[in-house]
């Protein structure tokens, strides 16, 4: 298995383009279900994420284009073939859940199979049942699959999410588009992706306002039509290379980078005494060598700090002055990253949901294993700050989430490389 392996102790400085994001992606792309002429979208990040999307649309009947290097993607949903999502395909990959709405919004079945557990915790479907059951959906569940019928169609009316869900929301959101009447879906995610797919959405056709505030208002149509769509910038990707001048001193800019996808985490960066600018491209931020300070983090839905982005925020954290303190909000299980910035001699005390980290002047590079996505890049920004060789062994996490991470962290100075080995 691949591995990459970093020199720290190297200043960054220069310029990251920010990619399309993933998240936005991965809900966009089902959104295609929804209607028989083709949707296109630009800005597609290069992931095995997305191709594991691609490739789960495929299975049901849709065909895919790509061009321009894999950036376009047109999906064309003439009719759907398969209504079954398979467990081979959906254990990859959680969002795998989000063809279930549109599915059944169009044809009124669906058999999809559940995601199961996943190495940040328990992340149950409840509310995407919740929400295509107020529709009128009927719902059984057997075999590790839920079965969804809705023989008339889905139907309107005001559904209270008891807890705020990205995935339940937009699962909602398309079904709603295609159900009889005025859907109102309260209680709901407000983050920059479901902004962007309702934007899409409504470019094909679909009726909706109050996307961004807790409170979408959906008045169903007849039938969707096909659409362009260029996918929004990567906050998350941006936020973690963000980080990247922040532990290792220097000066980096962001071309593409959107203060106002970002702001809690911005503010955070301030607190702790790193500059961050927007400029005429994006945003800028710069480190002058000295040591960042702790700070309090809590992790909460948008607008707040996002989950997306803890782990990387305590590589930081770890060499900063003082004593931070790190609360997940969201998942129950996402500290995993600590244990391995022990390793590379960090000092985290981990109680439930909360980590306190005292900040250590440098650390020490050390093996050390990626357990999820954002665990794995948060090894690697650790690997930046520390003294001597760190090596991240189960690099196939990256490869979900970052395009290119060598590539775009050589480019500004860094010192690191990807082996393979067979
Ligand atoms: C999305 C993002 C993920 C991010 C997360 C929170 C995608 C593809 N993934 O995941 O990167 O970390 O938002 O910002 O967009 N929950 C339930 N029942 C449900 C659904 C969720 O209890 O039916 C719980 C989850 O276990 C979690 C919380 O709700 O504790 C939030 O999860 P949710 O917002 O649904 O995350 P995802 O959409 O899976």
């Known amino acids: 298995m691949d591995q990459i392996i970093i020199q720290g102790g190297n200043s960054v400085r220069g310029v990251i383009s920010v990619v399309g994001a993933k998240n936005a992606c991965l809900a966009l792309m089902p959104a295609t279900l929804l209607c028989a002429e083709p949707l296109t979208l630009t800005n597609v990040p290069r992931l095995s994420d997305i191709d594991t999307m691609m490739a789960l649309l495929q299975t049901l009947g849709v065909d895919v ?24 395909i959906v254990r990859k990959m959680r969002a795998s859940i989000l063809v ?23 992340r149950p479907v409840n509310l995407h049942l919740f929400a295509l059951k107020e529709m009128g959906a009927e719902l059984e569940l057997k075999d590790g699959y839920v079965r969804a019928t ?18 339940a929301t937009e699962n909602a959101l398309m079904a709603a588009t295609l159900a009889r009447g005025t859907t109102v879906l309260g209680n709901v995610a407000r983050e920059p992706e479901i902004v962007d797919l309702a934007v899409c959405l409504r470019k094909m056709g679909a009726q909706i306002s109050g996307e961004g505030t807790g409170e979408i208002i959906v008045e169903g ?38 203060r106002n996808l970002l702001e809690a985490f911005c503010g955070k960066l301030e607190e702790s005494g790193i500059d961050v600018e927007e400029t005429a491209r994006g945003l800028r931020v710069s480190q002058s ?16 700090f996002p989950t997306d982005l803890q782990a990387q925020m305590m590589a930081m ?60 890049v948060s090894l690697i920004l650790a690997g930046l700050a520390a003294n001597g060789e760190t090596v991240v062994n189960r690099v196939y996490h990256v490869d979900r989430g970052y395009e290119q991470v060598v590539t775009k962290l050589k480019g500004i100075g860094a010192d690191v490389e990807r082996i393979q080995n067979s």
């Open 150 to 167: 809705a023989s008339r169609g889905l139907t309107a009316g005001r559904i209270e999410f008891p807890s705020v869900s990205v995935g």
């Open 65 to 88: 284009d790509r061009s321009d290097d894999g950036r376009v993607v047109t999906l064309s949903s003439a009719s759907i073939t398969n209504h079954v999502a398979h467990y081979d």
């Open 317 to 376: 954290l770890s060499t900063a002055e003082g004593v931070s303190i790190l609360e997940e909000r969201i998942f129950e299980n996402r500290f995993m990253h600590a244990p391995e910035l022990l390793r590379m001699g960090a000092r985290i005390d981990i109680q439930g949901g909360s980590a306190r980290v005292t900040g250590v002047k440098r650390l020490k590079g050390a093996p050390v294993m990626a357990t999820d996505l954002r665990a794995s």
């Open 221 to 258: 149509v007849d039938a969707l039509s096909g659409a362009e769509h260029t996918v929004i910038p990567d906050r998350i990707e941006l936020g973690t290379y963000m980080l990247a001048p922040a532990v290792a001193g220097g000066d980096v800019e962001f071309v593409g980078g959107r």
């Open 100 to 122: 279930l709405g549109p599915m059944l919004a169009r044809d009124g079945q669906a058999v999809v199979s559940l995601p199961g557990g996943c190495a940040i915790g328990a």
């Open 289 to 304: 060598g000295c040591r960042p300070k702790a700070v309090h983090v809590v992790t909460e839905p948008f607008p707040g």
